[in-house]
């Protein structure tokens, strides 16, 4: 189970801090947390992944630069910290997590979905 929270309202240039909370399975060793999210009207996107094992990290290309995502191991947690804040952020923003292969960027890699947080970024 997968619980995401910390979205809220935001003007451009601010941060926020998105949260997902796993419980409740045993992580497997290629375990990997990713974000994506969906604005108005757009399709779904690949925002951040981690690699449970490595801590390995994955970005996408709107967002380097400006976002982190990292982990709590001890509370099975990973958030994305997101700075500079663009309009354009505005979207739902859902974490997933699974056992990903090569492609932590394919959305349809990923096993479990959390319910999403929204971000509003005014200006």
Not at 21 to 26: C, D, I, K
């Amino acid at each position: 189970q997968l619980q995401a929270s910390g979205g809220g309202l935001v003007q451009a240039g601010g941060s926020l801090r998105l949260s997902c909370a796993a419980s409740g399975r045993t992580f497997s060793s290629n375990y990997v947390t990713g974000w994506f999210r969906q604005g108005p009207g757009k399709e779904r996107e690949f925002v951040a992944a981690i690699r449970w094992r490595t801590d390995s990290t994955y970005y996408g290309d709107s967002v380097k630069g400006r976002f982190t995502i990292y982990r709590d191991n001890g509370k099975n947690t990973v958030y994305l910290q997101m700075n500079s804040l663009k309009l354009e952020d505005t979207a739902v923003y859902y974490c997933a997590g699974g056992a990903v292969g090569l492609r932590p960027s394919l959305s349809r890699a990923y096993e479990y979905w959390g319910q999403g947080t929204l971000v509003t970024v005014s200006s």
